[in-house]
C-alpha cells in the first residue's frame, strides 16, 4: 500500500474538551462548556459540583466512542503539538507520528479542563501528564478494559499505560512498515507512581485536625464539625437549638481528643465549649419561653447582656466616689451614658428627670471628687437642651490606646443596658410614688439578680442582704424597708428577710427587666 493510499484511508481524529469557568466575579456558580457542539453549557451551583459533572461529562463521551479507530490521524496535529514540529519549528508531517492509534486523557492539574482525543502512541508520549485508557492495536481488537481505565484516570486515579508498540504486523513488508512510522517509536514511559487518595483533613476552632488521628471516628467527628459550624454561620436564620447540640458535641470531641493526646488547651477548650452550650441553650429556652410561664419579651435579650447588666451594677458598687444611694445613682446613669469610650451627651432635661434631689449639686460632687469631667459649670449642665448636649468625660473609663475599657461591649449593648436602667428607675409607679433613689436601685438589682421565673436568686434561694446593702449604698438593717416599699408597688411578691437572705418574686408586670442567673451562679452576688 502507498503512502498516498494510506493518506486517503485516514480520517480525522476526534477530539472532546470539557472547561469549568466561573459564572462571574464573588459568585460561587459555575459553567461547565463542552467543545462537541450538540453539548448544551450547563451552570452548577459550585466547583465541587461542577467537577464532578465535568468529569462525568467526559466519561459519557468516552463510553460512546467505542474505543480509538485505526484509521484515525492525530487530532493535536491542528494545534502544533510538539510531536508534530522538528526543532526548527516547522510542521512535522506524517513522519512525525509512531504507533498505534491511542485514546489520551488529559486533565487540567487545576481541574479547570478536560480532554480526551485520538491521536498516535508518539503524540501521547509527548504530552506530559497524559494517560492512554485505550489502544487500536492493528494486531488485535481494542482492549475490553478500556472504559474501566478510561474512568480510573478522568476520576484522578491510577497510572497512565501507554501502547507504544510498533504497528508492525506479521507479513508487513519494511515498505509499509516505514510508512507507518515503524521502527521510529519511541519506549513507552515508565508508569507514574499511583496517585494517593486525599488524606481527610479538617479545621475547627482555628486548629488542623490532623489527618493520622485516631480513632477515625473522632477524626471524621471534629471534621464534621467543623464543616457544621460554618455551615451555621453561612445559615440566614440563627437555630439556637441546633448551636447548642453543636456545642456539646464538640466539648465531648475535645474532651476526647484532649485525653488522647495529653494537651491542655484542647480541655480548655471543651470546657469553652460546655459553656457556650450552657448560654445558648438557657438564651434559647428564654426566648421560646420554655423557662417562664406565658414566655416573657425582655428589655435585655440576651445571657451576655444581663451578665454585662450585672456587671455594670457590681463596677458602680466597687468605683462610686461619693457615699450615698442619690450619687450611686447618677454615678451609675452616667456610667452607662460613658461606658464604651469614657465620654458622652447629656442635656439637662436627663438629670432633672433623675430622682437624685439636688441634681445641680450632685454633679458638682462628683466633678470635686475627679470622677467627671465637664466642659463648663454644673449649672450650664442643667440648662442645656436636647438640641445642644453637653458632652461629659469618665476619666477611669477612657481606654488606653490600643485597648478596649473597663465593660468590653459594644455600642447597640450600651443603648441597651442604659435604656433597661432607665426605664427600670424610671418606672411609672416608682415615679408616682416618688420613690427615693435606694429603693430604685434596690429594684434594678433585684431585676438583674433573679431567675428565670422571676424569683429573687438563682434558682430562687434568695439574695444576701449584704450583698443587696453594698449595691443600693445604704446599711442593711434598711433592706427590710426598702424591700416592703418595692411590694407596695407592685415591684416585688411574696417577700421575706430572714436569717440575712431576702427572698421573693418579681412581679408580672417588671418581669421584662429580669436578668436570668446561670443555676451554677451564687446568689449572693459573690461573682459580681
Known sequence: MTQAQVESERVAGRLWTVRLDAVGRDVAAVKVDCSRPACA??????????????????????????????????????????????????????????????????IDPMRRWWRAWECCARCAAAHPGTRVVASADAASPPPAGGA?????????????????????????????????????????????????????QGRIAQRVVPHDLRPV?????????????????????????????????????????????????????????????????????????????????????????WQHARGVLAHVRDHAPVPGPEARLLVLLLTLRCARTGSGNVTGQDVNGWPVGDAEEAL?????????????????????????????????LVPEEGMVGPFGFGKLVRTKLSGWAQKGVGDRKLRKKKMPAAVRLLALACAAHSSADGRLGASGRGLEVEALAALCAVDGDQI???????????????????????????C??????????????????ADD
Open 364 to 396: 458638682q460632687e462628683l466633678v470635686d471628687a475627679g470622677w467627671l469631667r465637664l466642659p463648663g459649670t454644673a449649672a450650664e449642665v442643667m440648662g442645656s437642651a436636647p438640641e445642644n448636649p453637653t458632652q461629659i468625660v469618665v476619666p477611669s
Open 41 to 106: 453549557p450547563r451552570q452548577l451551583p459550585s466547583a465541587a459540583e461542577g467537577r464532578s459533572f465535568a468529569a462525568a461529562h467526559l466519561m459519557a463521551h468516552l463510553r460512546a466512542t467505542g474505543g480509538p479507530r485505526r484509521e484515525a490521524t492525530c487530532a493535536c496535529r491542528a494545534e502544533g503539538c510538539r510531536a508534530h514540529t522538528d526543532e526548527s519549528g516547522r510542521g512535522g508531517v506524517e513522519r512525525q507520528c509512531g504507533g498505534t492509534t491511542v485514546l489520551a486523557v488529559a
Open 148 to 200: 474501566g481505565q478510561a474512568r480510573e484516570v478522568v476520576g484522578g486515579v491510577g497510572a497512565p499505560h501507554f501502547s507504544a508498540a510498533s504497528p508492525s504486523a506479521p507479513g508487513m513488508d519494511p515498505a509499509e512498515r516505514d510508512a507507518a512510522g515503524g521502527g521510529r517509536v519511541p519506549a513507552p514511559r515508565a508508569p507514574a507512581p499511583r496517585a494517593r487518595r486525599p488524606r481527610r
Open 217 to 305: 471516628g473522632l477524626r471524621d467527628e471534629l471534621i464534621e464539625l467543623g464543616d457544621a459550624f460554618r455551615r451555621y454561620q453561612r445559615a440566614g436564620e440563627p437555630d439556637l437549638a441546633a448551636l447548642a447540640d453543636l456545642h456539646e458535641r464538640k466539648a465531648r470531641a475535645f474532651v476526647t481528643w484532649a485525653d488522647l493526646t495529653g494537651d491542655a488547651s484542647l480541655r480548655d477548650e471543651a470546657q469553652r465549649a460546655e459553656q457556650s452550650a450552657a448560654t445558648v441553650r438557657f438564651q434559647h429556652a428564654n426566648r421560646t419561653g420554655e423557662n417562664t410561664a406565658g414566655g416573657v419579651e425582655r428589655v435585655l435579650t440576651g445571657a451576655n447582656q
Open 480 to 506: 427590710g424597708s426598702l424591700v416592703e416599699q418595692l411590694e407596695a408597688v407592685e415591684w416585688l411578691a411574696e417577700v421575706s428577710v430572714e436569717g440575712g437572705i431576702v427572698t421573693g418574686t418579681l
Open 508 to 525: 408580672e408586670r417588671v418581669l421584662a427587666f429580669g436578668c436570668p442567673l446561670p443555676e451554677s451562679e451564687d446568689g449572693g452576688m
